[in-house]
């Protein structure tokens, strides 16, 4: 058996309501193309998943990353759901699909996607991370936990087997550009980058030589796909996907969840222009409502068996993250409070849309000058 690739393509094809949910008969029509794959060979196993509004198909295959039959059934997928979510006049349908036609691949075509392929080994645990309102830097902060955070992953500072370090290939997505830093040694460098979250996003995350692992086989990638910039204007939030492998030698399940315990403050949230936490919910709470949040992030656990999805296990579903829920809670509490005022509201610069430049048109005439 060659490599096995994990591909997980997302699109928001139509909220229900609003920017809420998913309605489950776009999951349905997905899962009945999805199905036809399978039977076909094209791919092996999938789950199909949601988060928030956004419709999540988790697929297994040996036809390695990019493969043009996975991502045109990906697509067909996704078009079979617009089409359900355009009967039903869904919020938005259709709204990550940016082009009427496939050529070869969902990448700048509006779906995020995140693929690994590598050797399966005897036991393979992967999570499945998917959020909602937020943006592919949203990812930063819980990687560098997870890979290069002694106080979060113990396994850094006491197993044998992680403590040389990770790899992390930052791509700067305005430049489109990347870089591959190596921690601990580039552990500052790689913090001046992808503290600019909105700016430095983590793409991959490489063993380094001399690990069980092929240094070139990724063990951790995000989907980095920016819709504004690829549609010219405002068509909703990024929100990312990701997927990690654990164990043996990568930091453990509970290491790789650890990140997660602290909601950090991410852009999105309201409107795809407001900073609020990043909750960890399970799947039957990814319902984005308080003010169409606030932003969300759950976790789907798999073991892969020969190329097989054996799960999903609903990671966040958990008492464990309880203290966190209530922690994310306060905080957008605290956040709402200031209303239309940074650092809830975004920055000019950062914020999806805007009625300034109208404001200030109308106001021109009645500025004066001051000393
Ligand atoms: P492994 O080295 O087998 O991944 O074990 C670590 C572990 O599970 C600690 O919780
Ligand atoms: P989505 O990007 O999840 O569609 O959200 C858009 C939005 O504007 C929420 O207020
Ligand atoms: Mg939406
Ligand atoms: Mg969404």
């Known amino acids: 058996m060659g490599k096995v690739t994990v591909s997980l393509i997302k699109a928001d094809v139509g909220g229900y309501p609003g920017h809420v949910a998913v309605h489950r008969e776009l999951k349905s029509e997905a899962e009945r193309v999805l199905s036809e794959g399978k039977e076909t060979g094209v791919i092996v196993d999938f789950h199909v998943l949601s988060a928030g509004d956004d419709l999540e198909l988790v697929m297994s295959h040996y036809r390695g990353v990019d493969s043009e039959e996975v991502h045109r059934l990906a697509w067909s997928a996704f078009e079979a ?18 082009s009427d036609a496939f050529s070869g691949n969902v990448r700048g075509m509006g779906p995020g996607v995140a693929e690994l392929e590598f050797k399966e080994r005897k ?8 959020m909602d309102k937020t943006e592919p830097g949203a990812f930063n902060l819980p990687m560098f936990k997870i890979f290069a955070d002694p106080f979060n992953t113990a396994g850094l500072v006491i197993d044998p ?20 830093l190596s921690t601990p040694e580039e552990m500052y460098d790689l913090l001046a980058l992808i503290g600019a979250k ?20 990724a063990v951790a990638v995000v989907s980095t796909e920016k819709l504004y910039q690829i549609a010219g ?41 407001h900073n609020g936490p990043v909750m960890p919910v399970s799947f039957k709470d990814a319902r984005c409502t ?19 999805l054996v ?37 000019l610069e950062d914020m999806e849309y805007t009625t300034l430049p109208n404001v200030l048109k109308r106001l021109e005439e009645r500025f004066e000058r001051v000393e």
Request: hydrophobic share 40%.
């Open 290 to 308: 308080r003010f169409d949040g606030p932003p969300r992030v759950v976790a789907a656990g798999f073991q892969l068996s020969n190329g097989r």
């Open 311 to 347: 799960g999903p296990v609903d990671l966040f579903d958990d008492p464990g993250f309880d203290y966190t829920r209530r922690k994310a809670l306060e905080v957008a509490e605290y956040m709402r409070r200031h209303g239309p005022f940074e650092p809830h509201r975004l920055p």
């Open 198 to 217: 909105s700016r430095y996003v983590i793409k991959r995350v490489y063993p380094k030589e001399g690990h069980k692992i092929d240094s070139d086989e």
């Open 81 to 98: 759901a617009t089409a359900r979510a355009k009967e039903l006049k869904l919020y938005g349908a259709g709204q990550d699909l940016l």
């Open 233 to 273: 204007e405002y068509v909703g939030k990024d929100d990312p996907v990701a997927l990690v492998r654990s164990q043996s030698g990568l930091p453990a399940l509970g290491e790789v969840l650890e990140a997660f315990a602290f909601p950090h403050l991410v852009s999105g949230w309201m409107r795809g222009s």
């Open 123 to 130: 036991s393979e645990p992967l999570v499945a991370f998917m």
């Open 161 to 180: 087997a992680l403590h040389g370090g990770f790899r992390f290939e930052v791509w700067d997505i305005m430049e489109h550009r990347r870089v591959i």
